[in-house]
């Protein structure tokens, strides 16, 4: 399928490099840049393919544009550094056979002699398998890709996209960052793909859910595919999610996947989530996805206001180790651990707060939560909210409010904390450092949390009564 569809916006030094390399061979722009301009999204990485040229004089006909580094000659790709920090990658086609396990088990040859049909027939979705004539507009399109683009379907190339067991997890984070959903077809080949997922480096996995993560318009879509692929079972604190029940009255949409999925979906429609930066969104994402964790282990028929009823006593406490385990089975950074935990031990804080929350319980949350942020937690606690369709949750929000007010006029909402009291004001009374200097600096933190004082004075006078 060949048509005229305009032509990608493109900066002026690709435009440049690209009558350099067309006076040697034929350019096509590929990949996720023409996906994304066919769906009206900015266009930020500019992939170039070159058919009918060998490696060393592409590499030479680039040479004058800035530094060339070959970061595959094997694979025949040249990444070309512009002005401005810009990158632009250009390979040639190139052929893949599958020689042994993994992700990384191919044998790649490149072959300037492929046509524009067997080059895109090594790409894994028909979505991806799109290219475009940059200087006629012209659009190249062997597998109907624009068609599936169209109707929001995810569908493999062809057979080969089996030989690699990652593209499983591509179609995952596909999914949720376009709002997919899979081909049958699909989903039937991923299923007999399942095994495959243990030859995955655990880097690779990470990969694909930091992008679920930072990325998602519907993060649901992306929990639908692993469902529809059976691959769920490789993350079993999300797979235990299905089925768990919950009290209708309280939570008429389903059970406790459904209710994650519809509060995934909240999350990205709230509006600090585009604003807010990667490592927010990959907090709050990871956050919410297992607030709920502790569920499974935790529900049970019981009574509750005169009546039998599904209740999860303590499931914010047990959920903790579960977020623990899962970011570690998918190599998250270490560094996310402690966050997420906190923001989902601590996720009900708002039903725990009394009529008002007092001064002293802010304190003391925001140190609890940290290094996560009381701002953090509303918008986890607003995302669990309005995931209960169709309860409206206005009174919840209105809540959650009140608390993020209380935070801010301490100066809380975004921050921890901070003891007054340090070492150093006990040195100046004339002590010794020793193992007797924390319990004494503990008991001024307990006495500072509780509004005893709020500033050096205030804690130096605390200091000279009970501890001279």
Not at 91 to 108: D, I, N, Q
Not at 317 to 335: E, Q, W
Request: aromatic share 6%; hydrophobic share 40%; with cysteine.
């Amino acid at each position: 399928m060949r048509d005229t569809h305009g032509c990608p916006p493109l900066p002026e030094e690709l435009r440049a490099m690209l009558e350099a390399v067309r006076r040697v061979g034929r350019p096509r722009l590929v990949g996720g840049g023409v996906r994304d301009w066919l769906l009206g999204l900015p266009s930020k990485d500019f992939d170039v393919e070159v058919a009918g040229v060998d490696f060393e004089t592409l590499r030479r006909s680039l040479a004058p544009f800035g530094a060339t580094d070959v970061i595959g000659r094997s694979f025949g790709v040249i990444k070309v550094r512009g002005e401005g920090g810009s990158e632009f990658d250009f390979s040639l086609p190139r052929r893949e056979s599958k020689t042994g396990a993994g992700h990384r088990g191919f044998a790649v040859e490149p072959d300037p002699t492929l046509s524009d049909a067997d080059a895109a027939a090594r790409r894994d979705f028909t979505l991806n398998s799109i290219a475009v004539d940059p200087f006629t507009g012209e659009v190249i399109d062997p597998f109907n890709g624009r068609a599936d683009l169209a109707a929001r379907v995810l569908r493999h190339t062809g057979p080969a996209f089996s030989d690699d067991p990652l593209r499983v997890l591509r179609a995952f984070q596909l999914a949720a960052r376009f709002d997919l959903s899979l081909a049958p077809e699909t989903a039937l080949l991923c299923q007999g793909m399942v095994a495959s997922y243990a030859e995955l480096p655990v880097e690779r996995v990470w990969g694909e859910w930091d992008k679920w993560a930072t990325k998602s318009v519907r993060p649901s879509r992306g929990i639908q595919v692993l469902e529809e692929t059976g691959w769920i079972r490789h993350f079993p604190e999300v797979a235990a999610l299905r089925g768990t029940p919950q009290e209708p009255e309280w939570h008429p949409e389903g059970d406790v996947l459904t209710h994650t999925c519809h509060c995934l979906d909240a999350l990205v429609a709230l509006g600090e989530w585009l604003p807010s930066a990667p490592a927010r969104r990959r907090l709050l994402s990871f956050a919410v996805l297992a607030h709920d964790f502790g569920k499974p282990s935790t529900t049970e028929h019981g009574e509750r206001r005169g009546k039998l009823r599904w209740v999860s006593p303590g499931h914010e406490s047990a959920g903790g180790p579960l977020s623990d385990s899962f970011l570690r089975r998918i190599g998250a950074p270490l560094d996310l651990d402690a966050p997420v935990r906190a923001l989902v031990v601590n996720h009900l804080a708002h039903h725990h707060g009394g009529a008002a929350f007092s001064d002293s319980q802010v304190r003391r949350l925001a140190r609890k939560l940290s290094p996560a942020t009381i701002d953090d937690l509303a918008l986890v606690m607003a995302a669990d909210a309005m995931g209960r369709p169709p309860l409206a949750a206005g009174d919840i929000l209105e809540r959650i409010g009140l608390l993020r007010g209380h935070a801010a006029s301490l100066a809380l909402e975004a921050r921890a904390p901070r003891p007054i009291i340090q070492g150093r004001h006990l040195v100046a009374m004339g002590r010794s450092p020793g193992p007797g200097f924390k319990p004494v600096l503990d008991a001024a933190f307990e006495a500072q949390l509780d509004g005893v004082f709020a500033d050096e004075a205030g804690g130096l006078a605390w200091l000279r009564e009970h501890a001279p």
